[in-house]
């Protein structure tokens, strides 16, 4: 269709276009992270910058704690990641496998929380963990995460798509269920596994507004939070605010690259009935 | 497993659903009810923990400040000047990006990128390229004889930047659920059209474009929402403020404003039902506008 309305030179003029604009930011971001002070407010802009100043990350570094809300970052993450990775092959397998009462109708009821908003729950969620005694530690930035609705919606459906008869097998082989559940079934869920981990450890990297809430001193900051505070520290020295946007930035560009098949087709399952 | 539903197999369900069940009672579940009765506490003393009177007084409150209708009027603004042109530009990318040609994939994944992208990072980006003396955009518009335009200095552009940054951002999700929603049409349909002798636009317009309908209506949904809840680029482009002289004001940025500099988390209750109710409502016209779509053709 589109091959009978466009030449192949018209399409990749096109996409290139598009493409570079989608690129210039990040391109932007490393090119003026690299400038000396006296480079960054030059018109007509020098793309590359020579020499490149690389001592400009130290500097962010030296400036703010960003080493710190480094760890801290990787910590929420990887801590979120493996909480909500259990809960939910456990909730999924009770409802993909358990016959029990009461399945369907609590099943529903937890599709119908994805219908709410998640600023709903600040208010409340705030004031709980201001009750548990929790704000400014790494338990109010990590436990309310280690569960998600669509996490478990999505492993399910990828339980159901595994024949029922390995269950039988399994059981003349005298596997109980959480055997059969861990040494069976989660290694043939495996890629199902390694999306649904792709999705929950790049939402909590970048996710803004619950750290920005939960978290008043300096030494508990998320990465996004150090950063945004950062940019009433720089003032107007844009090599360095670029430098510390780098340091959130980078390492999901690095991720998404290694991972783009899983990521890609997480999203596009999610999105379409898979 | 088994088959019929037992005592035992009661149990065993709990066992296994009690960690995920605790975390989403907690902070899921519980959050959601308490929050709608938390919006109508009318006199409440949160020292004591003692509410003296329900009412709604917080919804009244609401309608009454100018500030709350100013976010709406913004993020109205800003929703419909996101989604339809991300939905335009997504799919008519994404057309293009289907074609089997060498090099398909490295655009993909170029356009993919700012999806991964955290959105506070990339606003500091965007903040520099907007500055009105140095920014890369002003540059570019200078080439065509555009004098400076103060995008986050003036009241009039600064719902226009956060757009340009919301669609630039947006375009890869979007791009890449039409890519997923394309691949899923049999392609024998459009081969019928060809011997048909139907052009290239009537075939997507009579073809394509309707079997595309449940993944358009999806995505307009999940853009919708999306977009209405935009708060992470007003913070991160206004310096955690909502703007020059508040002109980005959003409903999220109050909700969080009412909650977290004025302490009014009543108020906030309230007006996170109302996004709630309005996001819903949305969802269910966008689904009366698809059906009368898909039945009137």
């Known amino acids: 269709m589109v091959r009978d309305a466009l030449s192949k030179g018209t399409i990749y003029l096109l996409l290139s276009l598009g493409g570079v604009l989608m690129l210039l930011p990040f391109l932007w971001m490393l090119s003026t992270s690299l400038k000396a002070p006296n480079q960054v407010a030059v018109l007509p802009p020098a793309w590359v910058p020579v020499p490149p100043h690389w001592e400009n990350y130290a500097e962010a570094l030296r400036m703010a704690p960003f080493g710190r809300y480094f ?8 801590l979120s990641t493996i909480g909500e990775l259990l809960t939910t092959i456990l909730a999924a397998y009770a409802f993909a496998r358990i016959r029990f009462w009461g399945r369907e109708v609590l099943f529903s009821l937890l599709l119908g929380t994805m219908m709410v908003p998640g600023e709903v729950l600040l208010v409340p969620n705030y004031l709980t963990l201001t009750k548990l005694g929790w704000i400014d530690t790494y338990a109010a930035l990590i436990v309310p995460w280690t569960a998600s609705v669509f996490a478990i919606f999505l492993y399910r459906q990828h339980l159901l798509s595994v024949p029922r008869e390995l269950g039988y097998a399994a059981r003349v082989d005298g596997a109980g269920d959480f055997r059969f559940l861990w040494e069976i079934l989660v290694p043939i869920t495996k890629p199902a596994l390694v999306t649904i981990a792709l999705l929950k450890a790049i939402g909590s990297w970048n996710a803004f507004l619950w750290p920005l809430i939960v978290t008043n ?10 950063l945004t505070a950062f940019t009433t520290e720089a003032g107007t020295a844009y090599e360095l605010l670029m430098a510390a946007s780098a340091f959130v930035i980078v390492p999901m560009v690095v991720l998404f690259l290694l991972f783009q098949r899983h990521i890609v087709e997480g999203i596009s399952r999610a999105g379409i009935k898979g | 497993m088994d088959e019929r539903p037992t005592v035992a197999s009661f149990f065993k369900a709990a066992f296994y659903l009690a960690p995920a069940l605790a975390v989403l009672g907690v902070f899921t579940i519980y959050p959601i009810f308490s929050s709608l009765l938390l919006s109508f506490y009318a006199d409440y003393d949160y020292f004591h923990d003692v509410v003296y009177r329900f009412g709604v007084d917080n919804y009244v409150y609401l309608l009454h400040d100018p500030s709350f209708w100013q976010a709406l009027r913004n993020t109205a603004l800003f929703v419909l000047g996101v989604v339809p042109a991300s939905l335009a530009l997504s799919l008519g990318l994404a057309l293009l990006l289907r074609q089997r040609l060498p090099g398909m994939a490295a655009f993909r994944t170029v356009y993919f990128l700012p999806v991964v992208t955290s959105v506070v990072a990339i606003s500091v980006v965007w903040r520099w390229i907007f500055h009105t003396d140095y920014g ?8 065509f004889g555009v004098s400076p335009v103060p995008w986050l200095t003036s009241p009039r552009w600064a719902i226009p930047s956060l757009i340009i940054l919301a669609i630039w951002k947006s375009l890869g999700y979007n791009i890449l659920i039409f890519l997923a929603g394309l691949s899923a049409i049999p392609e024998v349909y459009e081969q019928a059209a060809r011997v048909d002798h139907a052009t290239a636009w009537q075939r997507f317009w009579h073809v394509t474009f309707p079997l595309l309908a449940p993944t358009t209506f999806f995505v307009s949904v999940v853009s919708v929402i999306d977009a209405f809840k935009v708060f992470d680029e007003v913070y991160a482009l206004f310096g955690g403020n909502a703007g020059p002289v508040r002109s980005a004001l959003t409903l999220v940025f109050y909700i969080f404003e009412k909650f977290y500099r004025e302490q009014d988390y009543a108020v906030a209750a309230a007006a996170s039902y109302v996004l709630f109710l309005l996001t819903f409502l ?8 698809g059906r009368k779509i898909a039945y009137n053709r």
Request: positive net charge.
């Open chain 2, 282 to 289: 949305l969802t269910l016209l966008q689904l009366w506008i």
């Open chain 1, 71 to 78: 760890v801290n970052s990787v910590i929420v993450t990887t």
């Open chain 1, 217 to 226: 001193s300096r030494e508990m900051r998320t990465l996004p939070v150090g």
């Open chain 2, 136 to 143: 890369l955009l002003n540059y570019v518009l200078s080439w």
